[in-house]
């Protein structure tokens, strides 16, 4: 058993001290509410609740590391609500911070730290134990799973039949059917595997409706596939019963998971595989780099890296932040591994930069890498900030300042991307200017600068932001891009409860609203890092190393506040992330510093 700090407590809490500690606990139970902004007569039963965690944190001894954690991990958290309460998406404004948000900021600290001061201390002491022996193969139980997920999944192919088609999912289709010119803004990868169920469609006669519907369905069951395989994989390690069925109940019943299979995203394989590539990292970690020895294993690392390279733009900083790490922890087996790794990341910019230049495949446009500096330019503009004429200048040759004033919106960068007065050929031409006049801008409008930045990220760190999820469907297009597609209703149900189900989800059901929330979905991973490294296990924090490049990629270039999908590889990680909060141990074995490294 790791070595604990303890911090002792005394065992007997005398008469004032629990009145007082009554008294503290209903104090801040008012207050918590009262920021939240929650019904007051939930004081008593909050209080009763918060004054158990103060009498067993009095009474008990708790670890001073586990202490140091929470307090940390709380304070964030209480940043985060504190920060994004400021900022109203209905009004568009950032309120202006008073000294009572030190209190508050104070009194959530101290609330999620009882709370998850017991929480730490909890799972710590609540040991998974694993089996040694299973008596079904592992293969079997992926075949089952899958097919399971997959027929789970198939009422939304046939309610929403062709699938749920977006302008973004258009915007694939005409470039798949080769209607239009390729680009790498709809990454190439998830182009061409569209391409043989589109065209085939169109060669044998069927029309769009058909190949879609069919290359959904094989999205889907692709998707089933690598969900079943974590079931599997989770069997296969020996967890018990009690944890495989709820993660394919969570599969099988989450709404947003059967939604997005039948959905035509990038997003939707790109977050898949990623869900395979976090286990498979597990996998590794747990063999201390062993399995990097194996053959078979090591190629198909390297495949599951190439798929996250190419299914989507900023796959590859994924991976190639990744793959130093892992070259840095086993450099003992540099030999095997490094040759490989560098070729991964020589060859995709090659690929992605000459050979698609050669192949005459457009670039992303520039304006998608810089949303944030041109909202941050934009409400300098719209709040009159101060500019040098040579900074008003170049500015309004990207879009006229009048024009930007009107235009920017607070949490997205397409009002001003995809506006008609919006000069993208000037700035793909103008790229170090640019770069040149937003820093210049930076100092006088850093107030600006950082509102700007905070609303347009909001979602990704603020539980309380939302924002739409999917769509249902095929939504009407635009000119020729329609290609004659629309919804075909297979049977006389009405889809519209059936659409409401995520709203439900999001808005309705307590607790449960979280699987909705990025914001709550990234927390949770903080979280589990945290767990991670107060048990010790530190470098088994790398398995999610990928997710948080993914949520930092976003923070660094999102085009717009709260985008479920850019982050539903966090959905899909969700129930290996609450596993690994958790020690583990082999049957007949004592719970070790080591017994992590089952997963």
């Known amino acids: 058993m790791l070595k604990r700090e303890i911090i002792q407590t005394k065992h007997h809490i005398s008469l004032p001290v629990f009145c007082l500690t009554a008294a503290v606990s209903l104090c801040l139970s008012g207050l918590f509410l009262l920021y939240f902004r929650l019904p007051l007569f939930l004081t008593a039963p909050l209080g009763a609740g918060l004054l158990l965690l103060l009498l ?78 299973t008596h079904i193969s592992a293969r079997k139980i992926w075949v089952g799973s899958a097919i399971f997920l997959f027929l789970c999944w198939l009422p939304c192919l046939i309610l929403f039949y062709p699938g749920n088609i977006s302008w973004d999912s258009l915007a694939c289709i005409v470039r798949a059917m080769g209607r239009t010119r390729l680009t790498n803004q709809q990454p190439i990868l998830y182009i061409l595997l569209m391409r043989p169920f589109l065209m085939g469609a169109s060669a044998l006669g069927l029309g769009t409706n058909v190949g879609t519907a069919s290359f959904l369905a094989v999205q889907s069951a692709a998707t ?214 937003w820093l210049g801008m930076m100092r006088p409008n850093f107030r600006n600068y950082v509102k700007a930045y905070l609303m347009e990220t909001l979602g990704y760190w603020h539980i309380g932001t939302s924002n739409w999820i999917a769509t249902f469907g095929t939504i009407k297009g635009y000119g020729e891009e329609q290609l004659g597609m629309k919804h075909v209703s297979l049977t006389d149900i009405d889809t519209r409860p059936t659409s409401l189900s995520v709203e439900q989800l999001q808005k309705s059901i307590p607790i449960l609203s979280g699987l909705a929330s990025i914001g709550f979905l990234f927390w949770t991973v903080v979280f589990t890092i945290f767990m991670l490294f107060l048990q010790k296990k530190r470098r088994q924090t790398v398995a999610f190393l990928p997710l948080i490049l993914l949520w930092g990629t976003l923070m660094a270039a999102t085009p717009t506040y709260c985008e479920f999908r850019y982050m539903y590889a966090f959905a899909l990680a969700f129930p290996l992330a609450v596993i690994s909060v958790f020690p583990f141990a082999r049957a007949n074995m004592g719970k070790s510093s080591d017994a992590g490294s089952a997963i």
């Open 56 to 133: 067993w944190m009095l009474r008990f001894a708790f670890s001073r590391r586990t202490a140091v954690y929470s307090i940390i991990f709380s304070a964030l958290l209480s940043l985060s609500f504190i920060i994004g309460g400021k900022i109203d998406t209905r009004t568009r404004q950032f309120d202006a911070i008073y000294h009572s948000d030190i209190l508050y900021f104070a009194v959530l600290t101290v609330v999620f730290f009882l709370v998850f001061l017991r929480l730490m201390d909890f799972l710590q002491n609540h040991t998974i134990t694993l089996s040694s022996h």
């Open 224 to 437: 089933a596939a690598m969900a079943g395989y974590v079931v599997s994989w989770l069997h296969k390690k020996g967890f018990p019963a009690y944890v495989q069925i709820p993660v394919l109940a969570y599969f099988a019943l989450n709404p947003i998971i059967a939604f997005y299979a039948v959905t035509m995203w990038k997003d939707v394989l790109f977050s898949t595989v990623l869900m395979v590539y976090t286990v498979n990292l597990i996998d590794l970690i747990q063999s201390n780099g062993e399995r990097l020895k194996e053959p078979w294993f090591f190629v198909w690392f390297l495949i599951v890296n190439l798929f996250i390279a190419f299914l989507r733009n900023n796959g590859y900083y994924l991976i190639a932040v990744t793959l130093v790490v892992l070259a840095v922890l086993y450099r003992k087996i540099w030999k095997r591994i490094l040759p490989a790794f560098l070729a991964l990341l020589i060859i995709v910019p090659i690929v992605q930069g000459p050979v698609y230049d050669a192949c005459n495949i457009g670039k992303s446009p520039f304006a998608e890498s810089v949303a944030i500096p041109l909202q941050q330019i934009g409400r300098s503009v719209a709040e009159n900030g101060p500019m040098t004429e040579e900074q008003k200048n170049f500015v309004a040759q990207i879009m006229p300042l009048e024009k930007m004033k009107k235009v920017y919106f607070p949490f997205t960068a397409d009002k001003i991307k995809f506006d008609k007065q919006f000069n993208s050929d000037f700035l793909e031409k103008n790229k170090g200017e640019f770069f040149k006049v």
